[in-house]
């Protein structure tokens, strides 16, 4: 198991907000949300293995990555939590209460796919060219171009370019690989709590916008909101709404 960087706050009255992050990110791209979260909210924030400052040996594995944070909700064990993820985050979120139902009261997905939602011929054929586009490509093209697609707003777009910077191009190749583990098409699988499904106006990343919507249509769970004029990192883009549906989103269950 991977030793965690963990920004925590203790909880005052029994809630517990997890914050999980996109890949390639860290665990101060929920910075905003962090300080919007009522005072008496406990918060854990993880860097996610070989992100920030939390060290792995070898490549980053999602299987290894749910260990990690299972183990570090083990001691919230009964109390109201809420998982917040984004992006990648989102997807070690579904898995975690598609596992343990029990893990957490509710959970609000920030531009992510849906883990049991189809896959068709397309999607799984950009999944898989994933690994070797990113190796193959001009390593600065690539922090442009991802950076223009996580962020509408520049001080999004400089925060993700920093940060890939700093994860490595081999790196961030290896995590963008979770997918092979993380998605299992079920369309009879329904959540197990409340969600809430916040999407950028302007994600074009994979087949967030479209699974997303589709997961909200058929799962009566979920509720959508789709952030105008924000991308990939809405929770970066439009910290002020985001974080106020977050809060909102904490009275459910």
Request: charged letters at 25%; aromatic letters at 4%.
């Amino acid at each position: 198991m991977a030793a965690l960087h963990v920004r925590r706050r203790e909880s005052a009255d029994g809630r517990w907000v997890v914050l999980l992050h996109g890949a390639g990110m860290d665990g101060a791209m929920f910075d905003a949300q962090v300080e919007a979260l009522p005072p008496g909210v406990g918060v854990l924030c993880p860097d996610l293995p070989g992100h920030g400052r939390s060290a792995v040996a070898g490549p980053f594995r999602y299987g290894a990555a749910l260990a990690d944070i299972e183990a570090l909700l083990a001691p919230l064990a009964g109390a109201d939590v809420t998982l917040v993820g984004q992006s990648l985050g989102g997807n070690l979120a579904q898995t975690l209460i598609a596992r343990d139902p029990a893990l957490a009261r509710r959970a609000v997905l920030v531009d992510c796919t849906d883990n049991h939602g189809p896959l068709r011929r397309g999607d799984v054929l950009a999944l898989r060219s994933t690994g070797p586009v990113l190796r193959s490509l001009p390593w600065g093209w690539t922090l442009a171009a991802s950076a223009r697609a996580c962020g509408a707003e520049p001080a999004t777009r400089a925060y993700v370019r920093q940060r890939l910077e700093a994860i490595g191009r081999e790196a961030f190749a290896e995590v963008m690989d979770f997918w092979r583990e993380a998605l299992t098409p079920d369309p009879a699988y329904r959540l197990p709590v409340p969600v809430l499904a916040v999407l950028g106006e302007r994600d074009r990343s994979g087949n967030i916008a479209a699974a997303l919507r589709r997961l909200a249509e058929r799962d009566p769970q979920v509720r959508l909101e789709v952030v105008a004029g924000a991308a990939h990192n809405a929770n970066q883009d439009r910290p002020a709404q985001v974080s106020a549906l977050i809060e909102e989103h904490l009275e459910k269950g």
